[in-house]
C-alpha cells in the first residue's frame, strides 16, 4: 500500500466514509495510477461513476 492509499483510507475514516466505498476508492487508484492526457482518465471517470451509483443505489452513502 502506497502513502497516497493510506492517505485515502485515513482521510476516509476521519469523515464517515464506509469501509466499502474507501476499499473500492483504494482499488481504483492503484488500478489507475497514470491519469496524465495519454493515461486512464476516461476509463476512471466512467468507474467512479458507476461507484458512486452504486454506493447511492445501496445506501452507503446519502445526501441531506
Do not use: C
Not at 491519469?35 to 443505489?57: P, Y
Amino acid at each position: 500500500m502506497n502513502e497516497y492509499t493510506e492517505l485515502l483510507l485515513s482521510l476516509a475514516k476521519e469523515h464517515d466514509v464506509p469501509d466499502e466505498l474507501a476499499n473500492s476508492l483504494s482499488e481504483l487508484m492503484q488500478k489507475y495510477p497514470d491519469l496524465s492526457q495519454w493515461g486512464s482518465q476516461a476509463e476512471l471517470r466512467n468507474k467512479l461513476k458507476m461507484l458512486t451509483e452504486s454506493a447511492f443505489k445501496d445506501k452507503l452513502i446519502m445526501t441531506e
